[in-house]
């Protein structure tokens, strides 16, 4: 009810605002390592100029075939991690089920910055920093699913809160990983180059590079070299702004997730901005993303996943201050976060 109210109020009132560096920063795990289309880089930043933005996003991935919430319950074993004797009796009895399950939260911190360069090129910098296994927030979601009918909350309260667990059946044998995948530290830089058309200025392509800082055999990096190339556009009407773009990705073979061959994906996005009241601005985003583990897997891990930002900013000035929740549209279908938060600023000098 709340999203329909507030798609209604945005795209029935206000005029439309200027272009902001937002960041839409990844909510699934699985891409940590990964690079994929930014919009932010090809926001257009005129020459001589700066922009900066910081996005604090928190993260709430919870997913999973039912094998694991069946045999914890038959064993009883409630409010337990999963442990590797229950993978091992799932592997024993449904070795060809394509069997998963991911429970992991934590937060992330993206640094951003760009500047205009001569001829319309525009030159970007993201730096992440990666916290796995923490703030410990799963109590939230289960609350929040208190308000859903017996049956539709997949089993959250079988499993301990705050626990770690990546666990997959692949074409090339079992992964599960636990607590030894929480801990902080930078993941991987990406730096942007973007241009305009020279007939369309509203209408820019760019590339990107992913470069392997974060530490490989985590959620924080990959260890190879990763290039997107894509194309952003925008439509400024009376009212409201539509931004678009498209964008592909070659996934390092030398880089891998946990040690599994990643595949390359294609990234879809369209996002609306419209000024709501005074200083306020309402924007809904949604993205299409490919799996990085469509060659390793016959599981729903393969397919994309659908996600939508919804929120809004406040201009004081030259800084703008941003909120927006995020969540998966279409749960079971690919992977990403069932939720997550994003609270951040962006400035312009």
Do not use: C
Not at 309 to 329: A, K, M, R, S
């Amino acid at each position: 009810m709340f999203r329909a109210v507030f798609l209604v109020l945005l795209l029935a009132t206000g005029g439309a605002s200027s272009e902001q560096l937002f960041l839409s920063a990844p909510t699934d795990s699985t891409e940590f390592g990964s690079t994929r289309l930014e919009p932010a880089f090809f926001v257009l930043v005129p020459e001589g100029e700066w922009r900066f933005s910081l996005i604090s996003t928190y993260f709430n991935q919870w997913d999973g075939s039912w094998h694991t919430r069946r045999i914890r319950t038959v064993n009883e074993r409630i409010r337990e991690p999963l442990r590797l004797d229950e993978v091992e009796s799932i592997e024993a009895a449904f070795p060809d089920d394509g069997a998963y399950h991911l429970d992991i939260e934590g937060w992330r911190a993206d640094m951003v910055a760009a500047t205009g360069l001569p001829a319309g090129w525009v030159l970007s910098l993201q730096v992440p920093w990666i916290s796995i296994g923490s703030p410990s927030l799963d109590s939230v979601s289960e609350n929040v699913h208190d308000v859903i009918p017996e049956g539709k909350t997949l089993g959250r309260d079988l499993f301990a809160r705050g626990s770690t667990a990546f666990y997959m059946q692949t074409d090339r044998g079992v992964l599960f990983r636990g607590d030894d995948l929480e801990g902080s530290g930078v993941g991987d830089v990406t730096i942007g180059l973007t241009r305009r058309l020279e007939n369309r200025p509203h209408h820019r392509f760019g590339v990107a590079l992913d470069l392997p800082t974060g530490e490989q055999g985590t959620l924080r990096g990959s260890g190879g070299i990763d290039v997107t190339v894509g194309w952003v556009g925008s439509w400024q009407r009376p009212k409201r702004r539509w931004t678009a773009g498209a964008g592909f990705s070659w996934l390092d073979p030398s880089g891998d997730l946990l040690g599994l061959e990643r595949s390359h994906v294609a990234h879809l996005h369209l996002d609306v901005t419209q000024r709501v009241w005074r200083s306020f601005h309402g924007r809904v985003a949604v993205r299409l993303d490919g799996s990085p583990l469509g060659g390793v897997t016959d599981s729903s891990m393969q397919d994309p996943a659908l996600y939508y930002h919804l929120g809004g900013f406040v201009e004081t000035g030259d800084v703008v201050w941003i909120v927006e929740i995020g969540e998966q549209i279409i749960p079971q279908i690919g992977i990403d976060a069932d939720w997550s938060l994003h609270l951040g600023w962006s400035l312009k000098k």
